[in-house]
């Protein structure tokens, strides 16, 4: 059971009241979140962001990989954003994962050869969150005054704790 | 000026009213969206999903990059997840963007040497979209019967088009 039909449904009832149709390309608020892809975050809502506002870059865990940073110069440089919010959130899927595990269990899923890869698990979920504000900081294409804001998400209460 | 203050504000009212504390972590439409970062795309309102549904993965583009497909593998194998749904948009930033140039653009602001990146800028929108299609069915940890669809997103009119 595919989920197309309802999704096609859904966006025509959108798209019957759309409101939104000159929104120019470079968020208003000169703004990059950098969060999780997780089912339970909303960060438009938990945010408060209208449309056209804030880029949003989400993957497992909302981690400053390569991908990543990729996005956030392409944000600052071609796009004029010039701050970032990283957050991570309490009982990610993230927390603990480690890449020789799962290229076991792919290995063994799959049962052909896979590539060792760096999913980005980690241990402990405020460090994770400072760990990539530094990493965002040490890249070379991100400008010295770009400012930088770490968070952890709580599912269980919806509320954003600042990590300094 | 930060946004900080303001996030901060929201998501005190975000939570003030959160009725979302017992979520399982798999999403519960088994779905994962991969789309583009731009400020115009509020994928869970013009896809009509609602908290704890769906994975969102989101990079400039909305590209089937290496950490997008190691986010996409976590989605499936960790967490259950047996559909993805590609959506780029138009309009998108990245139509046109040129590895070369961005590499230049760089080097001459910061003044000092910038290592090559892939950023996936791309030159025709529906073949972007079949491309990635193509790159996730391509990955050795892909299962066979996974559901992937498809879109273009229009941010003049809110209105998703499928692309087969």
């Known amino acids: 059971m595919s989920n197309r039909t309802d999704l096609l449904a859904a966006n025509a009832r959108y798209a019957s009241t759309f409101t939104h149709s000159d929104l120019p390309a470079p968020p208003a608020r000169r703004l990059a979140i950098l969060t999780c892809m997780d089912a339970r975050l909303d960060p438009a809502r938990f945010l408060g962001l209208d449309v056209g506002e804030a880029h949003v870059i989400r993957n497992a865990g909302g981690r400053a990989n390569p991908d990543a940073l990729n996005s956030l110069v392409v944000s600052q440089q071609q796009?004029?954003?010039?701050?970032?919010?990283?957050?991570?959130?309490?009982?990610c899927g993230m927390i603990g994962l480690r890449d020789d595990a799962m290229q076991?269990?792919?290995?063994?899923r799959f049962q052909r050869p896979i590539e060792p890869q760096q999913y980005g698990g980690f241990d402990d979920l405020a460090q994770s969150v400072r760990d990539d504000v530094t990493t965002i900081r040490a890249d070379a294409r991100i400008p010295e005054?770009?400012?930088?804001?770490?968070?952890?998400?709580?599912?269980?209460?919806?509320?954003?704790?600042?990590?300094?």
């Open 79 to 91: 796009l004029g954003t010039n701050e970032v919010v990283v957050i991570h959130h309490t009982h």
């Open 104 to 108: 076991e269990l792919l290995t063994e």
């Open 145 to 164: 005054d770009l400012i930088i804001s770490g968070f952890i998400y709580d599912v269980e209460t919806g509320r954003l704790t600042p990590i300094d």
